[in-house]
């Protein structure tokens, strides 16, 4: 089964601009760069040209996964989204068991994840654990430093 990928409307039409982007602005610019490198001969020894064509396939690389990841794509709806238990696409506020500190997350698909910003992946450890629990559940998920513990205390949309 092909993996689904889970996104806001917001980074799907995101992905979608970087992708024409690559497409028709980007790949000419590749283009022409192998075009410049190589009139400057040899191409055995010319490490401009050899660098233009690993950009090309960076490039290829970058525009191939995108198209995975727009044509798998599933479209997180807020107003479908169950506020009682933890989904991807919920706020969710814990509170940590050993330090008593509080913290709200925001739980999104793994293309969207950004830890600096408590944007947590629904595949990571911690994401897993909370995927499916309720208020006032406890969860815990191992890291390499130990096992971290925490008590949620509120889901939102």
Known sequence: MQKQYKLTEERLRNLQDELIYLR????????????????FGDLSE??????????????????????????????????????DQ??????????DLDSQ?????????????????????DESPFGRALVGSRVGDDVSFEVPAGVLRYRILGIQI
Do not use: W
């Not at 933890?86 to 509170?95: E, H, I, K, N, S």
């Open 86 to 95: 933890v989904v991807a696409g919920c706020r969710v506020r814990v509170q």
């Open 24 to 39: 028709t602005v980007r790949e000419k610019e590749v283009a022409e760069q192998i075009k410049e490198a190589r009139s």
């Open 101 to 121: 500190e509080q913290e709200e997350y925001a739980v999104v698909g793994s293309q969207e994840a950004n830890p600096l910003e408590n944007r947590i992946s």
């Open 46 to 83: 010319n490490s401009e040209y050899d660098e233009a064509k690993n950009e090309q396939g960076r490039l290829f690389s970058r525009m191939v996964e995108l198209e995975d990841i727009i044509a798998h794509a599933v479209v997180l709806q807020p107003d479908n989204l169950d506020t």
